[in-house]
């Protein structure tokens, strides 16, 4: 049982979107400069969307890749409304969320570790962003190239408390939508019953745009949850 537990947590981790929030995100330090960064959803508009391909690899489960879209269903003063659909294993699932537009980056990045439980003793042991670019699809951009390493705990459920670490580099640019994110490397350890799990993810962007893609409007979608 621990170690089907731990494998959909780190499945967990792998499908996480990079700007799904929650109330419980951790409060980045204000010196960081980071924090001067805002997020990429401050000028999100309605038919925006992104399509990225996460290869995530760890020896529980092997190398999977786990292609992802988003789309920005709407826009409504600071929150902005977003459909995710991820497909794991030939299955897709489409949820909806709403999120925060306003705060920084790092408040964004924080956040993935937020919805895998209650997060707990969130700690940035280093950070940095410095101007960089990116080849993609033969044109080369400007970038914003952010690191991450954190530690925090994470409970996913009643008695378990798991300790993790990780390391995150991105390269964001203003000219992509959404999450604005073109290519995001992570690994990620975590410690259950004394045992170490590692987890490597590559986030690799495929497609994107500004315009709706398809005729399909929002009151046309039925959503299939909420985050």
């Known amino acids: 049982m621990r170690q089907l537990t731990a494998a959909f947590l780190l499945l967990a981790l792998a499908c996480t979107p990079l700007l799904a929030q929650d109330e419980t995100a951790p409060e980045p330090p204000s010196d960081n400069a980071l924090s001067e960064l805002n997020n990429p959803l401050v000028d999100a508009a309605e038919g925006e969307w992104i399509e990225y391909t996460m290869t995530t690899e760890n020896p529980m ?71 960089s670019t990116l080849e993609y699809n033969g044109e080369t951009y400007d970038t914003k190239k952010v690191f991450i390493s954190a530690t925090a705990t994470v409970v996913p459920g009643p008695n378990m408390e798991i300790p993790i670490t990780i390391k995150l580099t991105a390269h964001v640019s203003e000219k992509v939508p959404v999450s604005g994110v073109l290519s995001l490397q992570s690994d990620v350890v975590m410690t259950m019953q004394g045992q170490k799990m590692e987890m490597q993810t590559l986030q690799t962007t495929t497609d994107f745009g500004f315009e709706p893609k398809g005729d399909e409007k929002e009151e046309d979608k039925e959503p299939s949850g909420e985050f």
């Open 61 to 131: 489960m092997g190398k999977m890749e786990i292609p992802i879209s988003q789309t920005v269903l709407g826009v409504d003063g600071e929150e902005v409304r977003i459909s995710t659909i991820v497909e794991v294993m030939g299955a897709k699932q489409e949820q909806t969320s709403t999120e925060r537009r306003d705060g920084s980056l790092l408040d964004a990045l924080l956040s993935n570790l937020s919805q895998m439980g209650e997060t707990e003793n969130v700690t940035v042991v280093e950070s940095s962003v410095e101007d």
